[in-house]
Structure formats: structure tokens, C-alpha cells
């Protein structure tokens, strides 16, 4: 607590911080915040490309136990010319069945990882329902698998070919198709990108309910496919609640037309929310139908250092308590995820002590001047308290990008410093951050982890949306390494079972978790999901080796 006793028992200002973010008096700081944060932060920009190799072990090869549905068909030139046929344009056809395009192919066959890597040859990318809907009649009848693929910046493998399953890439399926500007509704079609999508909506005054770090690659299929949560579930609640509508596309090329645009329908079954959440495994969603909020006109963002995981959790209770109504994200990260932002970039951390823990706490709201004063009074109240050590509040949108960039330069931070076993999972908050004690202890004791060359691991982090109880559990390694594999896995779904949390908190279970579900869904439960799969894709096409 060395840096609170600095501080004057009445807060007037919040210690120093970087050049970036100016160390002004709190009670003088300007209350005219009208700009937003938005700034695109996908897989971003500030770094060089990760150290592990570019072109990874095949997924087949990795997992021989997997093996290749023999019902399945071979790509043959006579598919490709019916598909050529189908999609007319060139670009929409990558074929490397009748000619040599590996290198063309190459980013559709591997996740952004470098972790999985199928060997598909045939992309197909349909710029229409229609043809989506003739693609997959054709495929079911001639027993062709096919993998559907967003932006492609998921975490488990679900959006990759295993052996040589078809690509459907919705990327040309990128428009949005009408907007109400009173109700808030957007339908747009599922290859729009998430960030343009939330860029159309903040020039009429509306923001989409969804933030990622991946906003400027993902699709917003996908997005719906995954469940994605991200940064303002908080406040706005995941897709289950926020999407209206869909139109998507079964195995045997039907068309669903479920396209809502009205937040009260109760007629008959809610079938649309079957497909959130799905993977592709029983249909592709081609447009969706969202119910989005007005954009707020004042945001604020403040960062703080504390000393405990049982100080964050108080932090948390004072924060929904005293913020309530204009609270939109409060994220957690350790000291071990910070100092690898700060190894990586160079920057000079916001704070002038380090701490075991930072919180990120964002509001939004309608009045800059409440909002401020709400926020100061909640300052004061947490640091006379002894709960928050440090902190500093961004005063201007410069200021915001810049201390976001410590929660969302994370992800890419960890990929340029070479292989990382990522673990996104729900954990009831009392229990949270142990995990990552736990398992940093495992790696330990195993001599995985170390400072030099010779030990695979580099480090044990942890960050999240505290405020869902969800954890980003990271093992940041040098290479992977099969050794690391087998001290984690089955042992971090088996900690999570015991604590009745989830394996899978966002992102699905894709590859990396099908075998795992039955540490978070009893038998009953997968048992009526594999009643579904083959009820809407009776011959196993979509997505298969996935899932379930």
C-alpha cells in the first residue's frame, strides 16, 4: 500500500501516469467527454509477426486418433466446375483441385495461431443465400464436408478444416441491409466485419452490443456462431439476447428464414437461438437481425493497481454499486500480463508501482457531468478505503485508446513471443484468478517453466472480463510442446468441473474441446444436442470432427 500512502486523504488527483495519459487533478478534469473509444484493435498493429512457425503441423497429424469420415467424398474437377458454375466470379472459387494454388489456400487452411492446419483444397465464397443454399444441396447430395469460416480469429479450431473438408468463407457476404433509426435494429448480412458494422452504427448515433479485441477481422456470423461475449456483455448482454433474427442455411440447402426484426415474437419455438452458439455444425447463418443501443455521449475509462485478488472482487461489489447505470466494463488483468505488453511494446506503464492486479473499469452514459461526478465520488470512496492502491483516469479519446491498449494489446503481445495454450472459461468469481496459481504451479513443479531457452514455458497469465466471471487463462510458451499439452489438459477441465464452471466461456469448443464437454454438460444434455445435429444435418457435412 506504499502508493496510497502518498496520496492525500481526500483523492485530488490520481498519481502519475505516462507521457500518454497526463497526471491532472482529478476535480479539475474536463467533463466535456463526448467522443467514444473506437478504435479497430483486431489482432493489432503495434507488433511484429509471432515467432512460431507460419506454417504449423497439419491438425491430422497432430491428432491421429482423429480420423477421416470415410462417407465422405473427394473433391474431383467436376465438383469444381459445378461450384464455378454456381458462383460465377473467379475470385469466388480458390481451387487448388485443378491447379496449383497451396499459397492462395494456405490462410483458409490454418487458424491465426498457426495451432490448427487442415489441407483443404477448394475455397468456395458465395455472395448470396441463394448460392450458399445451392452449395450445400450440392455437398449433401454428393457427400462433401464442408467447414464454414467467418474471419476466421477464433481460439479452438472451429473454423478450420481438419482434413480436406470445402471452405465456405462468407467474406462476400458483407452488406448491411437496412437500419432503423428509431427502433435501433440492424440486419445485416453474416460476412460483414464487426468493426464496420459498429462504425455504420456510430454515425447514426448507435453502437452494435458487441466489443472484441479481433473487431476488426471477425464477422459478425461468426460472432453469432461462437456466442462471442466480449467487452460489453456487461452491459448489454450476450447475443442470445440481443439478436432478434437470423437467415441461415441447413445441410440440405433449405432456407430458414427466421429474419425477426421485432423484440417480441412468442410463436412457437425460439429456433433461431439454436444456431448461436452452434459452430456451423447445423446450419450457416447468412443475416441476422440485431437490436442495437444508442451510443452513449460520455465515456469514461480509469485503470488501477491493487494489491489482491480479494481487493479486485471488492472493487467489483463497489463498482456495480456506486456505478450501476453507467458501469459498461470492468476487466482484470495480472502483472504477468502486463509486463509482457510493456516487454513487447517498450511503453511505459500508466502507473508509476507495479501491482499484482490492474482493474479497467469503463462507463457510459448520457450526462458527462454525472457520469464524472459518479465516477470521482466512486475514486475517492475506494481509495480512502484502502481497496484501490494507485489508479489514473483518461481525460480525452487519446487518453482511452491509450490505457485500453494495456487490457486489449494483450492477445497480441502473447503471439509475438511465440506459442500460447489459450484457456477461455468460466470460473465462479470467488475462484477465479486461482486457477491461474494453480496451474502456474503445475507447469512449475513439472520443469516446463523458466527463463531460458531450454524450458518451454515462458509464462502462466491471467486476464478478463471480471465482471462475467470469465477468465482468458494464457501459457505463453517458447514452442509448443506436448509436454505442456499433457500437464494441462485433461487437468484444467478438471478443476473447472469441480468447481462447476465452464469450459468454455467464449469461443465454443471447436476442436481443442470436443472431447471435454462432459466436464461441463451432463449426459442428458449432450445426448439431446446430438439429437439435434442429426435431426438438421443428418449426414454429418457441416463441420464435422467438431463439436460434439
Request: with cysteine; aromatic share 8%.
Amino acid at each position: 500500500m506504499a502508493a496510497r500512502c502518498q496520496l492525500p486523504p481526500v483523492l485530488r488527483r490520481l498519481a502519475r501516469s505516462t507521457t500518454e495519459v497526463s497526471r491532472q487533478p482529478l476535480l479539475r478534469q474536463s467533463l466535456s467527454r463526448h467522443t467514444v473509444r473506437h478504435i479497430s484493435t483486431s489482432r493489432p498493429r503495434l507488433f511484429q509477426p509471432t515467432a512460431v512457425s507460419q506454417k504449423g503441423e497439419l491438425t491430422s497429424e497432430k491428432y491421429p486418433d482423429i480420423q477421416r469420415d470415410s462417407r465422405f467424398a473427394q473433391v474431383t474437377p467436376e465438383h469444381v466446375k459445378f461450384f464455378k458454375d454456381v458462383l460465377g466470379s473467379e475470385s469466388a472459387v480458390v481451387d487448388g483441385v485443378t491447379s496449383d494454388a497451396a499459397d492462395d489456400i494456405a490462410p483458409f487452411n490454418s487458424d491465426w495461431m498457426n495451432k490448427y492446419r487442415g489441407h483443404c483444397r477448394l475455397v468456395l465464397k458465395p455472395g448470396t443465400t441463394e448460392e450458399v443454399s445451392k452449395i450445400l444441396k450440392y455437398c449433401n447430395d454428393n457427400m462433401l464436408a464442408v467447414v464454414p469460416q467467418g474471419g476466421n480469429t477464433g481460439l479452438v479450431g472451429g473454423s478450420v478444416p481438419v482434413f480436406d473438408e470445402i471452405v465456405i468463407n462468407m467474406s462476400r457476404m458483407n452488406k448491411i441491409i437496412e437500419f432503423d433509426e428509431v427502433s435501433g435494429i440492424l440486419v445485416a448480412e453474416a460476412g460483414t466485419i464487426l468493426e464496420v458494422a459498429d462504425q455504420f452504427l456510430a454515425s447514426k448515433g448507435y453502437i452494435f452490443p458487441l466489443d472484441l479485441g479481433a473487431k476488426g477481422s471477425c464477422h459478425i456470423g461468426g460472432n453469432l456462431a461462437t456466442n462471442a461475449g466480449g467487452l460489453r456483455l456487461l452491459r448489454y448482454g450476450s447475443l442470445h439476447g440481443t439478436t432478434l433474427g437470423i437467415e441461415a442455411v441447413l445441410a440440405d440447402g433449405t432456407i430458414v428464414d427466421d429474419l425477426c426484426k421485432l423484440r417480441k415474437n412468442n410463436t412457437g419455438y425460439d429456433l433461431k437461438q439454436l444456431f448461436i452458439g452452434a459452430e456451423g455444425t447445423i446450419g450457416i447463418i447468412t443475416k441476422v437481425s440485431i437490436q442495437c443501443p444508442q451510443r452513449s455521449a460520455a465515456q469514461n475509462v480509469a485503470l488501477f493497481g491493487i494489491e489482491s485478488y480479494e481487493l479486485a472482487q471488492q472493487a467489483f461489489r463497489e463498482a456495480k454499486g456506486q456505478l450501476g447505470e453507467i458501469l459498461s466494463a470492468f476487466e482484470l488483468m495480472d502483472e504477468g500480463s502486463q509486463q509482457l505488453v510493456r516487454d513487447v511494446t517498450g511503453n511505459k506503464s500508466p502507473l508509476e508501482e507495479k501491482y499484482p492486479f490492474y482493474c479497467l473499469i469503463e462507463t457510459s452514459g448520457s450526462n458527462a457531468e454525472h457520469d464524472a461526478e459518479k465516477l470521482q465520488s466512486f475514486l475517492e470512496d475506494v481509495m480512502e478505503k484502502g481497496i484501490v492502491a494507485d489508479g489514473t483516469l483518461a481525460e480525452n479519446e487519446t487518453q482511452i485508446r491509450s490505457l485500453w491498449t494495456w487490457r486489449e494489446g494483450i492477445t497480441e503481445a502473447l503471439g509475438h513471443l511465440g506459442g500460447v495454450y489459450k484457456y477461455d472459461v468460466s470460473i465462479p468469481l470467488k475462484e477465479l484468478y486461482q486457477m491461474v496459481e494453480d496451474v502456474k504451479a503445475r507447469i512449475d513443479a513439472a520443469g516446463l517453466l523458466g527463463d531460458t531457452d531450454e524450458f518451454p514455458v515462458r509464462a502462466v497469465v491471467g486476464y478478463g472480463h471480471m465482471g462475467d466471471a470469465n477468465l482468458h487463462l494464457n501459457v505463453s510458451t517458447r514452442r509448443f510442446d506436448e509436454r505442456v499439452e499433457k500437464v494441462l489438459e485433461p487437468y484444467v477441465y478438471e478443476w473447472i468441473a469441480e468447481r462447476q464452471g465452464s469450459i468454455s466461456a467464449e469461443h465454443g469448443l471447436g476442436l481443442m474441446k470436443k472431447k471435454y464437454i462432459g466436464y461441463s454438460r451432463n449426459p442428458t444434455m449432450v445426448g439431446l444436442m446430438k439429437n439435434i445435429k442429426n435431426t438438421f444435418d443428418p449426414n454429418g457435412i457441416l463441420n464435422p470432427y467438431k463439436y460434439l
